[in-house]
């Protein structure tokens, strides 16, 4: 029997194909899956049970090849079914005449090229796929690597779209309702809890969502499963708030446990997450503090004396050495990844140091020069530009409005026209998806885009009002803001900055007690220099304690330190000073460390 020439074209292909993956799984299907190969990948004999994809394979002799690339039309149902499968799918080109195999993934060419390019591609009957020239079945380590990333990705895309089972279609709407029914195998509830946390975030129900991460975490599974859950409560927690200790802990476990299942990429995101937590944390209790008490003491020099300007110098030099260490590491992990095509994880983290600098600028911005603000903030912008564009192209919906809300937070410093049209467009956006903790967002953003800037407390201005008097007038415009505080753990660290403001009643305890604080970058936007950590020493015994709550530390350094203490010598109760004293305890606490 004579083969026709179709299956000659067809006979050649399979060959290739089957020599090329010959030491992964491989298994035919029939003809009427409209697919070709089921494969499993495989590395070093070991097989990847969890890795599989499919495999349609085209021939053709008369193949018209471009600069780097070579068009290859295709039906737009087999696409568009082609989505709706949760594992990877390659489209593979045998060209007869060169005997050479070219491929390309087709799910993820929808989604990064054809949504972006061709919007209403769906529309159409058939279309044209770019198939690049460098994508020549030549070596399987690219393969392995294509499968393994385009696995994760598609998990995560699957996740928020997955198709719940009969009977729960009517309350999958509902997170409440879906709590109800999580009493399936472990892993179907994990799947359900992640589904159900992006529900909750999308009706602005932080703690719910919370929950659901937390009930994952307390499984303690030794797998991805807990490693998602570790990330997903790092990185939905308060860091502005929360113990800077918690994230830390979170973050080694989160390392120790990817190097034990072998899952480099999560290690890398841990890895990268602890210097990020150690810069932060470098930033917030010196870097920052130290840079506005320099300006305010700039007015008059001589309250800086040789040995305190030593001591600062002296730390300041210890202090960018350190930022710059941990900098470095964290561009080369970012490097890494970009590199490992793992685009989604590189944006994620980029956008956290974005979190960081929209923070710091808003405090900068009172107290630099504008134009020289606005040169330094312009230098970035087509940075700042392309993590919309990346955004975009992952099409996450969370991640694109995170992005959106951040950039717009980077221009509300210099360029508020260009700030609105962000928050504009991100509110369309929240709006057209019903995402109402970022309809919210954008709402606050876009009604204060116009208010003054926020003045941070100047000591200067109000250094001979008794202490009493200052004290009393901020607590005065501060305390109505609580009401309009909808995060229940800021509120409740407002609430204790609101108390720690007065430290006259340690003051009086002793004459040898003094107070520095050190307000944390929130505290500083909030002109609340007692949000952050605050220090209590004695000048005698040469001791510092350091919290975030001053009444709790006036208990401590009374049970440790004052108890039978021979130095004591308490102050007159009219004792009040000028608010100056502020200002004069900060340099004392710095001699004294």
């Known amino acids: 029997m004579i083969k026709d020439k179709n299956q000659e074209i067809r006979d050649k292909a399979e060959a290739l194909l089957k020599k090329f993956f010959a030491s992964w799984p491989f298994n035919q299907l029939p003809d009427d899956y409209g697919l070709d190969f089921f494969i499993t990948v495989a590395e070093n004999t070991l097989i990847l049970e969890k890795y599989n994809f499919l495999i349609q394979l085209k021939g053709s002799e008369s193949i018209s090849y471009k600069k780097e690339h070579f068009a290859f039309t295709m039906d737009v149902k087999h696409l568009i079914s082609y989505l709706k499968i949760p594992i990877p799918i390659l489209l593979v080109i045998y060209d007869v005449n060169t005997e050479v195999g070219y491929w390309i993934?087709?799910?993820?060419?929808?989604?990064?090229?054809?949504?972006?390019?061709?919007?209403?591609?769906?529309?159409?009957?058939?279309?044209?796929?770019?198939?690049?020239?460098?994508?020549?079945l030549t070596a399987i380590s690219l393969i392995r690597q294509e499968i393994i990333e385009s696995t994760n990705e598609n998990m995560r895309l699957y996740v928020e779209n997955m198709k719940w089972p009969e009977g729960y279609e009517s309350i999958k709407d509902n997170p409440e309702e879906i709590k109800k029914v999580i009493d399936k195998s472990e892993i179907e509830n994990i799947k359900r809890r992640i589904h159900t946390s992006i529900l909750y975030f999308r009706i602005n129900k932080l703690r719910e969502m919370q929950d659901q991460f937390f009930e994952i975490y307390k499984l303690k599974r030794k797998d991805k499963h807990h490693l998602q859950a570790t990330l997903a409560i790092m990185t939905t927690s308060n860091i502005f708030t929360e113990k800077l200790s918690t994230f830390i802990s979170l973050a080694n476990e989160g390392l120790k446990l990817?190097?034990?299942?072998?899952e480099q990429t999560y290690e890398k995101v841990f890895i990268f997450f602890l210097y990020y937590y150690k810069s932060f944390d470098l930033i917030v209790k010196n870097q920052i503090p130290n840079f506005l008490k320099r300006l305010e003491l700039k007015k008059d020099r001589n309250k800086i004396n040789d040995f305190i300007k030593l001591l600062w110098e002296s730390d300041n030099i210890v202090l960018n050495d350190l930022l710059k260490e941990y900098s470095?590491?964290?561009?080369?992990?970012?490097?890494?990844?970009?590199?490992s095509k793992l685009i989604f994880e590189y944006h994620t983290l980029n956008l956290h140091l974005l979190q960081t600098e929209v923070y710091m600028n808003s405090i900068l911005v009172n107290f630099i020069d504008k134009d020289i603000f606005s040169r330094i903030l312009e230098s970035s912008e087509d940075f700042i530009e392309l993590q919309v564009k990346l955004s975009e192209?992952?099409?996450?919906?969370?991640?694109?409005?995170?992005?959106?809300?951040?950039?717009?937070?980077?221009y509300n410093s210099y360029k508020l026209e260009k700030a609105k049209e962000y928050y504009e467009k991100g509110l369309k956006i929240a709006k057209e998806k019903g995402h109402h903790y970022y309809i919210e967002k954008f709402n606050y953003n876009i009604k204060h885009l116009n208010d003054p800037p926020v003045e941070p407390l100047k000591l200067d201005d109000v250094k001979r009002i008794p202490l009493s008097q200052t004290i009393k007038t901020l607590k005065l415009f501060k305390s109505p803001?609580?009401?309009?505080?909808?995060?229940?753990?800021?509120?409740?660290?407002?609430?204790i900055a609101l108390d720690d403001l007065d430290p006259l009643v340690i003051l009086k305890s002793c004459k040898n007690c003094i107070v520095s604080y050190y307000p944390s970058i929130y505290g500083q936007a909030e002109g609340l220099y007692s949000m952050g950590i605050k220090q209590i020493g004695c000048i005698k015994k040469k001791k510092i304690l350091e919290s975030s709550n001053l009444k709790s530390l006036f208990i401590v350094l009374q049970k440790e330190l004052c108890k039978d203490c021979e130095f004591n010598e308490p102050r007159d109760e009219s004792f009040d000073p000028p608010?100056?004293?502020?200002?004069?305890?900060?340099?004392?606490?710095?001699?004294?460390?």
């Not at 929808?110 to 529309?123: A, G």
């Not at 990817?258 to 072998?262: A, D, N, Y």
């Not at 608010?579 to 460390?593: A, E, H, P, Q, Y």
């Open 481 to 495: 803001y609580l009401d309009s505080i909808t995060d229940s753990e800021l509120k409740k660290a407002y609430e």
């Open 393 to 410: 192209i992952l099409g996450v919906l969370d991640t694109h409005l995170h992005t959106i809300l951040l950039v717009g937070g980077y």
């Open 258 to 262: 990817s190097k034990e299942i072998g």
């Open 105 to 136: 993934n087709v799910q993820r060419y929808c989604r990064k090229i054809l949504n972006i390019e061709s919007p209403k591609w769906i529309e159409q009957k058939t279309k044209d796929l770019h198939i690049p020239l460098e994508n020549r």
């Open 328 to 339: 470095n590491k964290m561009i080369l992990i970012l490097k890494d990844l970009i590199e």
């Open 579 to 593: 608010t100056s004293i502020i200002d004069s305890m900060f340099l004392r606490m710095i001699g004294l460390g």
